[in-house]
């Protein structure tokens, strides 16, 4: 009999928790955390999707073939798989936001399929391409809300390397491009005075031999591959905004540079060698190498850049360091 103002506990041990089918991490439980994931789009969304990708599915295939067949955008391939990996990297910072899905979404969907119609009926790859990035953007919106889309604001910009420019803008990029190179090319052979060289727009005259700059020698390509991975890198090892776009402003001369060096080593080796070295394997070979030049002198102005800021006391701290000197503090 227990006294008075007491209270009898039991100190029998609580009893096993029951054993969940499929531990954390296994593939079940996977399953379980897709189908959670997808079942509050219910089946307006999966219809939603179903509608999307029909549309898009011709625009889709036309894009893969361009990415395949022109070598200007063959990173096209890699793009949507650094996004992706991107959004992944944030997944857990992505679950922490409230999802407020908005009718503004339904809205961005609608009038991102009227510009796909009016791209059809202009024969403008850009405009049918640009609105299936409008559309995804219109679905987050609509099922999450404002919120998410702006969390993923870098992942889905990213996307926009994958789509080729349009021609109009090209046309216009490029042949300044090849007057560049021309110059510097031209500049640097008559800096070393190793043979006589002149130029006539984008066309180099050796001894011998004329040499054109043409469209693929114009560094456009190796142009947008790298500002694509400016951008990656920027916003995967910088913290600062203003760094990242100094980063991704710095590799344009950087480009250009390198594949104004690249045109001058062409016609050393087409002076000394023969007209083909400036065609076939080695052609192909020095603009892997003029690339590979170009990464390593964006990687070195970061290096410098970041020991600068460092001397000037710029460069932010990193959390555990702030963590560290606080509690020293």
């Known amino acids: 009999m227990a006294l008075a103002g007491t209270k009898l506990t039991s100190t029998a ?3 096993p928790a029951e054993t969940e089918i499929g531990s954390e991490g296994s593939f079940p439980s996977k399953l379980q955390v897709f189908w959670q994931t997808l079942k509050p789009f219910g089946w307006p969304g999966l219809l939603l999707v179903g509608v999307v990708i029909a549309l898009y599915a011709p625009v889709l295939k036309q894009l893969v073939d361009q990415w395949y067949n022109d070598a200007d955008y063959g990173h096209g391939f890699l793009v949507p798989v650094l996004s992706a990996y991107l959004i992944w990297q944030r997944r857990d910072k992505l679950r922490l936001v409230k999802r407020y899905p908005s009718a503004w979404g339904m809205i961005i969907v609608i009038m991102s399929i009227g510009i796909l119609f009016a791209g059809r009926l202009g024969a403008e790859l850009f405009l049918t391409r640009i609105s299936l990035l409008g559309t995804i953007c219109g679905i987050i919106v609509y099922f999450c809300g404002g919120a998410l889309l702006r969390a993923m604001a870098f992942p889905m910009a ?6 080729p420019i349009p021609v109009i803008l090209y046309n216009e990029i490029v042949f300044p491009l090849q007057l560049v190179a021309s110059k510097f090319a031209t500049w640097c052979l008559e800096t070393l005075s190793l043979f006589p060289v002149m ?5 180099l005259i050796l001894p011998g031999m004329k040499l054109e700059v043409v469209e693929a020698c ?3 390509r190796s142009l947008m591959s790298l500002l694509a991975l400016a951008a990656g890198f920027g916003y995967l090892m910088e913290r600062s905004i203003p760094v990242r776009w100094l980063l991704i402003l710095a590799m344009i001369p950087l480009a250009i540079v390198s594949n104004g060096t690249r045109v001058m080593i062409t016609a050393l080796m087409a002076n000394y060698i023969g007209p083909q070295a400036a065609e076939g394997f080695m052609h192909e070979f020095s603009g892997w190498v003029i690339f590979l030049v170009a990464t390593v002198l964006f990687l070195a102005f970061h290096s410098l850049l970041n020991l600068l800021r460092r001397k000037l006391g710029w460069l932010p701290k990193e ?3 702030a963590v560290t000197a606080k509690g020293i503090q």
């Open 13 to 15: 041990p609580p009893p």
């Open 158 to 163: 990213f996307l926009l390397f994958a789509i």
């Open 199 to 203: 130029r006539e727009g984008n066309v």
């Open 218 to 220: 114009s560094g456009i």
């Open 319 to 321: 959390p555990g360091e």
